[in-house]
């Protein structure tokens, strides 16, 4: 069964990718937890040794600053990371077969002609609009759902529950 896929990267599909990705990633939780933990242990500490006093208050402003600050951040470093994308507005073409799956893309910023065999694939997620397909730790290809041409989500979902390792599935049921 051929099962083809047409997705235009545009703004809106990258920037959901960059916080899908972002939020995938353990090391940035153990960072926030951390931080969190250690400030209001600071203020807590703080409040028991000195009461309300400016050092209090520092403790306080510095709580809230990296309380408020993280989230920010996180909203605001995708969002520029989407806008200087290569991939912006870029259309690229999957065909997927028994082995592998080509990738075409003709766009003037970001070309690519390439055959991906499903055994060096990182890891696949599906969400609600589309397939993540890892070929490394930080760069994927996205699928999106409503650019088949051939074939339908569910064909691509069992091709890769038959195709790629378990453990580097998280699709739907």
């Known amino acids: 069964m051929d099962i083809t896929v047409t997705t235009c990267y545009d703004y809106k599909q990258l920037l959901r990718f960059q916080y899908f990705h972002l939020l995938q990633r353990k090391a940035m939780w153990f960072f926030i937890a951390i931080c969190d933990a250690l400030l209001i242990w600071l203020f807590i500490s703080a409040y ?84 993540y397909v890892y070929i490394s730790k930080m760069q994927a290809y996205i699928l999106d759902k409503s650019g088949f041409t051939e074939g339908s989500p569910e064909d691509l979902r069992e091709l890769f529950r038959e195709t790629v390792e378990p453990g580097r599935l998280k699709l739907f049921k």
């Open 48 to 131: 028991i040794l000195y009461g309300f006093c400016p050092e209090v208050y520092f403790d306080l402003a510095m709580l809230l600053t990296v309380g408020l600050g993280v989230p920010v951040i996180i909203w605001g470093i995708p969002r520029l990371k989407t806008k200087k994308a290569a991939s912006l507005d870029a259309v690229c073409y999957y065909s997927f077969g028994a082995e592998g799956f080509y990738l075409k893309s003709e766009s003037e910023k970001f070309k690519e002609d390439a055959f991906i065999k499903y055994r060096s694939l990182c890891r696949v997620y599906e969400s609600k609009k589309c397939f």
